[in-house]
């Protein structure tokens, strides 16, 4: 029996997709388990997986944003009667008519009311609104002759000007015009307000050589849906949070010590401790582990981490639950797990949602220090730094210490910098004294 393939609901907070690539097309068989078509919603692009087998009769939506258990396509056998659902179909997606909707009447243009001035002592006869025109247009008004009543210069004169001055020749001087003619330039093409100089020849010519020789190329492609849910949510973030940078250099001898002690146990990475770490300092600071809905804060005794995992053409974070709770064995293994799963695309919504404070480390490309964006509607992020072998004074002798630094980015409508100072200063004595994990 012939039915309709629906926009699947992702995750119990998605509420449309968006069909990015169909994979079948009108006419073509499917098994069931089999790829149909990717659909993408704010965070995930996902494979969407035919739930029968058939042939696909119609596509309803070739692309675009569909509301989820919306139909998109009819699945059914060959011979089946589908104007049912094709009528259905239509009747979901009509928009009804607004009723006694009157069509615009456009205003009759009004008079132009240029009020001119007296010729004596030469004045332009212009109203302030041509002036105006003019000096958009980056015309001389002085140069343009009025044909409305006394000479007064009327919109349409400034206009028909500006048009006759774009195939005018440029203004040059007689050299300019020598040393055009003998290089071959066409003064046409140089853009410059005013009379062309000497200089501005030679200029061009310089760089039209540049250009030919160099062999500049240019290519376009359309951000993909992952890099324009970035370049949204990064930018909506800088205009919403009040941030303020902090870095701190930690000494990171225990905690190299610490992960080799456990190598033989467990592959134990920096980011898992620091992140076992986060759990226990969140705790103890709740405004850093906290966000702002309307008027209100909002503190939690719990702590979800988001952990930036690289992707190819951008970022995903998955989120860690209730990682107060969880020892550094389980924390390892499930950060590897969320991990694998990104780079397969097959992270649930559920999986990147929830978050209160996230972590992104860029240590393992060399970076010393950076200023992190806050991930929504999060109050901090905490950037992770290469660890550098670097002179220390200890009691008065020169030694060599792995040192890091730490870049957290913090939300100043929520976090003070007093607050912000002492959090940062727990991270340091937790990584440098990981012991204290134990308390």
Do not use: C
């Not at 330039?185 to 020789?213: E, S, T, W, Y």
């Amino acid at each position: 029996m012939a039915k309709f393939l629906v926009m699947p609901k992702l995750g119990l907070t998605m509420t449309e997709g968006n069909i990015a690539n169909w994979r079948k097309s009108e006419g073509d068989s499917v098994a069931m388990g089999e790829i149909i078509f990717d659909v993408e919603t704010d965070k995930i692009t996902k494979e969407f997986e035919s739930p029968g087998e058939g042939i696909i009769r119609k596509i309803l939506v070739a692309e675009g944003t569909v509301e989820v258990l919306k139909p998109i396509a009819i699945i059914g056998k060959a011979d089946e009667d589908i104007s049912g659902l094709l009528a259905e179909a239509q009747k979901a997606v009509a928009s009804p008519a607004v009723a006694d909707e009157k069509p615009a009447v456009a205003e009759p243009p009004k008079a132009e009311q240029a009020a001119p001035q007296p010729a004596a002592g030469g004045r332009v006869k212009a109203s302030a609104r041509i002036k105006k025109i003019a000096a958009d247009l980056n015309i001389d008004i002085s140069e343009v002759s009025g044909t409305g009543p006394q000479g007064a210069i009327t919109e349409k004169d400034v206009t028909e000007f500006a048009e006759k001055a774009k195939t005018a020749p440029p203004k040059m001087s007689p050299t300019a015009g020598v040393i055009a003619a003998g290089l071959g330039v066409d003064p046409g093409q140089i853009d410059k307000d005013g009379r062309i100089m000497k200089a501005d020849v030679l200029a061009f010519k310089q760089n039209a050589d540049f250009m030919k020789f160099a062999d500049p190329q240019e290519a376009t492609r359309p951000m993909s849906a992952m890099r324009k849910i970035i370049a949204s949510r990064m930018s909506a973030s800088q205009a919403t949070s009040a941030t303020v940078n902090y870095n701190q250099r930690v000494d990171t001898t225990a905690m190299k010590q610490l992960r080799e002690e456990l190598k033989s146990t467990a592959k134990i990475t920096y980011t898992d401790i620091l992140v076992k770490v986060l759990a226990k300092a969140l705790m103890e600071f709740p405004l850093l582990n906290s966000s702002i809905v309307g008027t209100d804060i909002v503190t939690r005794n719990f702590v979800n981490i988001g952990v930036a995992v690289a992707l190819p053409d951008g970022l995903i974070v998955p989120v860690l639950k209730f990682v107060n709770k969880k020892d550094l064995g389980a924390i390892s293994t499930e950060i590897k797990a969320l991990a694998e799963k990104a780079r397969n695309n097959e992270l649930g919504t559920d999986e990147i949602t929830g978050g209160t404070f996230t972590i992104t480390n860029i240590g393992m490309f060399g970076m010393e220090s950076f200023t992190p964006i806050i991930n929504q509607p999060e109050v901090a992020i905490l950037g992770v730094n290469t660890i550098m072998d670097t002179p220390m004074v200890v009691d008065g002798q020169v030694v060599i210490k792995p040192m890091m630094n730490l870049s957290l980015t913090a939300d100043h409508r929520v976090v003070d910098g007093s607050v912000a100072a002492q959090f940062v200063a727990r991270l340091k004595e937790l990584i440098e004294k990981p012991g204290l994990l134990l308390l």
